[in-house]
Nanobody
């Protein structure tokens, strides 16, 4: 079992930055692939970024590539999402999620989810 708690969301102007954190408790955090997803009002949850168990491999949605950076600190049981050059269309609830040692962008592959943190980007 893994419990996930996100933090760092808030209101920011377009062009600004935010850093989201996801603290994990439970066993074997370092064995999990970690992902960030987001869901805007009236839209389906979508993939944002993922990082493998060691932090050596990452993948990003086209819409955020070059602006967002995912990282992890296994000693602190935490995964991060650095978001730069934010746009109004980035407004959503952001969720972190954990999966087994798989490489997946589908939310269906992730077993554990946080409660989400709201990110609002004003124009």
């Amino acid at each position: 079992q893994v419990q996930l708690v996100e933090s760092g969301g808030g209101l920011v102007q377009a062009g600004g930055s935010l850093r989201l954190s996801c603290a994990a408790s439970g066993r074997s955090f370092s064995s999990y692939t970690m992902g960030w997803f987001r869901q805007a009002p009236g839209k389906e949850r979508e993939f944002v970024a993922l990082i493998n168990w060691s932090g050596g491999s990452t993948n990003y949605a086209v819409s955020v590539k070059g602006r967002f950076t995912i990282s992890r600190d296994n000693a602190k049981n935490t995964v991060y999402l650095q978001m730069n050059s934010l746009k109004p269309e980035d407004t959503a609830v952001y969720y972190c999620a954990a999966a087994g040692r798989i490489w997946a962008t589908s939310s269906r592959e992730y077993n554990y989810w946080g409660q989400g943190t709201q990110v609002t980007v004003s124009s």
